[in-house]
Nanobody, 116 residues
Framework: QVQFVESGGGLVQPGGSLRLSCVASGSRVYIVRMGWYRQAPGKQRELVATITNGGTTKYADSAKGRFAISRDNAKNTVYLQMNSLNAEDTAVYFC??????????WGQGTQVTVSS
């Protein structure tokens, strides 16, 4: 069973930056895409960004121009650089990975709080 280790969340002031990391291990299938979703209190989980093993990226409109997703395929690690953070970015951020058959798992989540 695939396991995810997420890190990098925390408290940051508006306008600040954070870098999230996620390592996926133990997968018995080839991971073709990794990504980040987030869930704010009282809201549904939503896409933030994904990246394929070929480097194709997809971003939510709210993340475009501020966030950058990257990946180390050899280490099954995905990163999310978040800049110009604001209060609306406050949420639990979840890492996920897909095989050709679909989603293979979710991380436990890391809290990101943007507050002065």
């Amino acid at each position: 069973q695939v396991q995810f280790v997420e890190s990098g969340g925390g408290l940051v002031q508006p306008g600040g930056s954070l870098r999230l990391s996620c390592v996926a291990s133990g997968s018995r299938v080839y991971i073709v895409r990794m990504g980040w979703y987030r869930q704010a209190p009282g809201k549904q989980r939503e896409l933030v960004a994904t990246i394929t093993n070929g480097g194709t990226t997809k971003y939510a409109d709210s993340a475009k121009g501020r966030f950058a997703i990257s990946r180390d395929n050899a280490k099954n690690t995905v990163y999310l650089q978040m800049n110009s953070l604001n209060a609306e970015d406050t949420a639990v951020y979840f890492c996920t990975a897909d095989s050709v058959f679909g989603t293979i798992g979710w991380g436990q989540g890391t809290q990101v709080t943007v507050s002065s």
